[in-house]
């Protein structure tokens, strides 16, 4: 049974830093894409980030380029999301998501995490 535990998530004031990580368990994950969604209260799910297998395929919402940070061990079956500069519309519930085979995660991932709250105040 593939199992998905997010951790890092937590209350920070504005302008802080995060690092979100999520380990994937169950599977063989080759050639599969991890990523990060997140949904605000009142808001639909929106992806965040995503990165593939190899690690050279890279995705990052315009929202957050140039302040989040996605990365992966293999070796631990980890993603990680480093979160810089966290604004108060960074608040929400933040899923990690595994998807594949494929280079980039789709908005219907295979598998999802139970999700971490990422709290900003202002």
């Known amino acids: 049974q593939v199992q998905l535990v997010e951790s890092g998530g937590g209350l920070v004031q504005a302008g802080g830093s995060l690092r979100l990580s999520c380990a994937a368990s169950?599977?063989?994950?080759?050639?599969?894409?991890m990523g990060w969604f997140r949904q605000a209260p009142g808001k639909e799910r929106e992806i965040v980030a995503s990165?593939?297998?190899?690690?050279?395929?890279?995705y990052v919402a315009d929202s957050v380029k140039g302040r989040f940070t996605i990365s992966r061990d293999n070796s631990k079956n980890t993603v990680y999301l480093q979160m810089n500069s966290l604004k108060p519309e960074d608040t929400a519930v933040y899923y990690c998501?595994?998807?594949?085979?494929?280079?980039?995660?789709?908005?219907?991932?295979?598998?999802w995490g139970q999700g971490t709250q990422v709290t900003v105040s202002s």
């Open positions: 990165i593939s297998w190899s690690g050279g395929s890279i």
């Open positions: 169950g599977r063989t994950f080759t050639s599969y894409a």
């Open positions: 998501a595994v998807d594949g085979p494929s280079r980039t995660v789709g908005n219907t991932p295979d598998y």
